[in-house]
């Protein structure tokens, strides 16, 4: 059973910083993609921030030069570093995996519970 677990929501001040993880466990047998999506109440889910298991990373136009995403040694864990914070970031941000797993191989999309960011102006 694959599992992505999410930490670091919270609530801060606009011009504040947070730092989300997320680590993956189970039977993983690679990585392809990992990274960080969030929605507001009302829209669809956008991407923030991927990174690539050779360490290519794409942003969202409205998050580049404020937000940084990087992966532990093994990969398997994934952050988001958020600077300059604005009240338009208040959202759930959710963990995503592209993941080759089970005796097969094959591969498979994982989401995260969710974790609250709150900018308060």
């Known amino acids: 059973q694959v599992q992505l677990v999410e930490s670091g929501g919270g609530l801060v001040q606009a011009g504040g910083s947070l730092r989300l993880s997320c680590a993956a466990s189970?039977?993983?047998?690679?990585?392809?993609?990992m990274g960080w999506y969030r929605q507001t109440p009302g829209k669809q889910r956008e991407l923030v921030a991927v990174?690539?298991?050779?360490?290519?990373?794409d942003y969202a136009d409205s998050v580049k030069g404020r937000f940084t995403i990087s992966s532990s040694d093994g990969r398997s864990t994934v952050y988001l570093q958020m600077n300059g914070l604005k009240p338009e970031d208040t959202a759930v941000y959710y963990c995503?995996?592209?993941?080759?797993?089970?005796?097969?191989?094959?591969?498979?999309?994982?989401w995260g519970q969710g974790t609250q960011v709150t900018v308060s102006s």
């Open positions: 990174i690539s298991s050779g360490g290519r990373t």
């Open positions: 995503y995996a592209d993941l080759v797993v089970g005796l097969a191989g094959s591969t498979s999309n994982y």
């Open positions: 189970g039977v993983i047998l690679g990585i392809n993609t």
